[in-house]
């Protein structure tokens, strides 16, 4: 699953799509719906509210999302018991190609 966002994590270490980039992402709600993938949306219990909007926002509107609430700090730890679950759960041969 990771091999294959490769491409994503790197825009997004690159600043594609991001709101500080001259290239950012505007998605509507109907083309946020149009994503037809699980998404995990994780937001953290010490986030900025600011963040957890955007995550809430987004849970909302991406038809397949499973969403967390982890304690701590903004930085989500990737290998989160709720993290790996997703994985876990959405690994293998993808069942929406």
Known sequence: MFAGTSHAVLAEINGHGLDLSDDALDLNEEQLAGIRRPALIVSAEDSPEACR?????L???LPFTHTVLVPGGHL??????????????????D???
């Not at 909007?53 to 926002?57: C, H």
């Open 76 to 93: 989500i730890d990737p290998a989160h018991p709720a993290v790996l679950d997703f994985i876990d759960r959405n690994a293998g041969p």
């Open 59 to 61: 849970s909302g509107a």
């Open 95 to 97: 069942p929406w190609a």
């Open 53 to 57: 909007s955007v995550n809430a926002r």
